[in-house]
């Protein structure tokens, strides 16, 4: 099937923001998400390389600001 690639990395950074911890500056996030959407964020500059050992991945403050804001623009009433 296919499917608009950068739709889907827009959506999954909007739902990284459910799993999102840490100090504001310094978010991470698990990697449960699809490798090939966690590789194009990566290339993007979002997060973190996603082929590490550990078992989340810091996002970019681009990132975190802008996961907050696809969140609520897609997923808040």
């Known amino acids: 099937m296919e499917y608009d690639k950068d739709k889907v990395d827009e959506m999954t950074l909007a ?3 459910l799993v ?12 449960g998400f699809d490798w090939e959407t966690m590789n194009r964020l990566h290339e993007k500059g979002f997060i ?6 550990a078992k ?3 996002l970019s403050t681009e990132a975190a600001q802008r996961s ?7 997923c808040c009433a």
Do not use: N, Q
């Not at 973190?48 to 050992?53: E, Y």
């Open 15 to 17: 739902l990284l923001y």
């Open 20 to 31: 999102m911890h840490g100090k504001k500056g310094d978010e991470r996030v698990w990697k």
């Open 48 to 53: 973190s390389d996603p082929r590490s050992k």
């Open 56 to 58: 989340s991945v810091a």
């Open 68 to 74: 907050e804001s696809l969140f609520k623009k897609y």
